[in-house]
């Protein structure tokens, strides 16, 4: 059976910290993973990616995906408090989406 | 650029009752997903529609169902309301691939 497996669940941390979020698949027919911010209400798209070792960048977000490991992190440099919110990666294949249960980020002042 | 619309944005029902959640996609966007986000659950997949066509659904009972009008906007039912139906109802439109989600429905069966 698909799936894809966030770590850790939770985690707290300080302003100005760097955070690394991990995000783990087991799909059949894999076409792209993509990582979401999810804060009051609707996921936020981050990024997708669909080529190992090539690292998006977005201001403080990067992501990388490894597909021969089957994994893919999101790291956060110098968090925010704005950057608390739940994390969800999700696998894309032609057919549906199969999302994590997310990581939420906790960052305190 | 409009995004993803949804209506209501919040309805309360009672058990045994039916109910019709409603989605917009981003103009030129064919495909409309449906997914349910209970409270403290990750977000479930319901149900895609692309051009008009039911092309998948998740492991959900058949009192879910929908449809997809020829403006690709899309409707969700759920009859005979359960209380564990009560949950985030998040809409999201595709191009290629990526999606984009509406604002959601929160739905609360009592």
């Known amino acids: 059976e698909d799936k894809v497996v966030q770590s850790p669940l939770s985690l707290v941390v300080h302003e100005g910290d760097t955070v690394t979020l991990n995000c783990s698949y087991e799909?059949?027919?894999?076409?792209?993973l993509l990582w979401y911010k999810q804060e009051k209400k609707a996921p936020t798209f981050l990024f997708m990616l669909?080529?190992?070792?090539i690292e998006k960048k977005s201001g403080r977000l990067s992501s990388i995906l490894d597909k021969k490991e089957l994994f893919s992190i999101l790291n956060i440099t110098a968090t925010q408090t704005g950057d608390s919110a739940v994390y969800l990666c999700?696998?894309?294949?032609?057919?549906?989406?199969?999302f994590g249960a997310g990581t939420r980020l906790t960052v305190k002042p | 650029e409009a995004g993803v619309t949804q209506s209501p944005t919040h309805l309360i029902k009672t058990r045994g009752q039916q109910v019709t959640l409603r989605c917009s996609p981003i103009?030129?966007?064919?495909?409309v997903y449906w997914y349910q986000q209970a409270l403290g659950l990750g977000l479930q997949f319901l149900l895609w529609y692309d051009e008009g066509e039911e092309r998948n659904r998740g492991n959900f009972p058949p009192r879910f169902s929908g449809r997809q009008f020829p403006n690709y906007s899309s409707e969700l039912n759920v009859n005979a309301l359960e209380l564990e139906d009560s949950a985030l109802y998040l809409c999201a439109s595709s191009w290629e691939v990526g999606q984009y989600f509406g604002p959601g429905t929160r739905l609360t069966v009592l």
């Open positions: 103009s030129g966007h064919t495909s």
């Open positions: 799909v059949t027919n894999f076409r792209s």
């Open positions: 669909t080529s190992s070792g």
């Open positions: 999700a696998d894309y294949n032609n057919n549906d989406m199969r």
